[in-house]
């Protein structure tokens, strides 16, 4: 907890498990929140639990407190709700810790598979511009005291050099710019959510990110189902976590068709927000009455699926980009060296 700002899922997750051990040690909201405090050291996190304590001992309920300090996800504040009023408070919140663990475990997986490529893209334009600005001029001074001159690529590559050499002001000012875009999409939670955004609407990536949203569409719904919740508010409070639209609009469209009379098995199928495999496997839920089981396993599902297609994408992009860079200073340097020794064997 560290800014004021809706807290983060690892926030949530830590907040969430350390209350959750607390209430099934049988110890009261009022007297939970003031151990918390004893044991925060950070300002913020102090300021959020006090305000929650400050209205548990005015006699008001742990969700009212949790409303009050204005730092709660909707979803989390609504599941609090039901725990309370269904007597599973405890039970909720440890669910809780675990959606949220799991969610940011996504996102951090996610982090990855951006920002790694990333690097690796940044640092082979690097070694470029150190070989056609420091390297290649000292090539250029050897042809010349050879009384000849670098044609070709290198000659080309060099021309580039030299245009970076003097517009090299602006060109620094262009690097500290996406570095501080790079870091801003990486380590702020608004940059993350653009940099999302954007990635959802590239080709390659939108089957990654259909497959994520769905994930935490089965996620939120077991979580939901298992605390009580219907199947038709549930997923009004799950269209709020999935962060993809073309999910969203699925759910809305799901949400519709049990307004027109289909059961909850019939609109996910319509909707199509899983796959045939997931489908069937919701219809024997709904007819067993485990349907928080069988969302609990397609989320788990959906995470394996992801896991294994961020480890295939690092996979293919670390010897992919490593190929290019090579094949890059290959070509520059034997555009070079090859003249070159074609004219130390004339003179030879």
Not at 140 to 160: D, I, K, P, R, W
Not at 238 to 244: D, I, K, P, S
Request: proline share 2%; charged share 15%.
């Amino acid at each position: 907890m560290k800014s004021k700002h809706m807290l983060s899922n690892a926030e949530i997750a830590s907040f969430s498990e350390q209350v959750a051990l607390l209430f099934h040690a049988g110890i009261t909201p009022t007297e939970s929140m003031r151990i918390l405090l004893e044991d925060t050291d950070d300002h913020f996190g102090k300021d959020v639990i006090q305000s929650i304590l400050d209205v548990c001992e005015q006699g008001e309920s742990f969700y009212k407190a949790m409303s009050t300090a204005e730092v709660f996800p909707n979803y989390v504040l609504h599941m609090v709700s039901l725990g309370e009023a269904s007597g599973n408070l405890d039970d909720v919140m440890q669910s809780l810790a675990d959606y949220y663990e799991h969610e940011n475990q996504i996102n951090e997986s996610l982090r990855s598979a951006i920002s790694y490529p990333l690097v690796m893209i940044l640092m082979m334009l690097l070694v470029i511009i150190v070989l056609i600005t420091k390297v290649l001029p000292i090539f250029n001074q050897v042809f010349v005291q050879l009384g000849n001159e670098m044609t070709g690529l290198a000659a080309n590559m060099m021309q580039l050099g030299n245009i970076l050499k003097q517009y090299s002001i602006g060109f620094a000012a262009f690097l500290v710019i996406l570095l501080i875009t790079f870091f801003y999409c990486t380590k702020t939670m608004h940059g993350k959510e653009l940099a999302h955004r954007a990635l959802a609407h590239f080709g390659p990536m939108k089957s990654f990110y259909r497959n994520v949203a769905a994930g935490r569409f089965a996620s939120g719904m077991a979580l939901a189902l298992s605390s009580g919740m219907d199947t038709y508010e549930s997923l009004d409070l799950v269209a709020e976590l999935v962060n993809y639209q073309e999910v969203h609009d699925k759910i809305m469209s799901c949400k519709k068709s049990i307004e027109d009379g289909d059961n909850f098995t019939e609109s996910l199928l319509k909707c199509g927000i899983f796959n045939n495999l997931y489908s069937r496997m919701v219809a024997v839920g709904f007819k067993s009455g485990s349907m928080d089981k069988v969302m609990s396993r397609i989320a788990a599902g959906y995470d394996k699926e992801t896991d294994q297609r961020i480890h295939s994408i690092i996979s293919v992009l670390e010897p992919t980009l490593v190929i290019v860079l090579s094949l890059i200073v290959g070509l520059i340097l034997l555009s070079v060296i090859l003249p070159l020794m074609g004219i130390m064997s004339s003179i030879g």
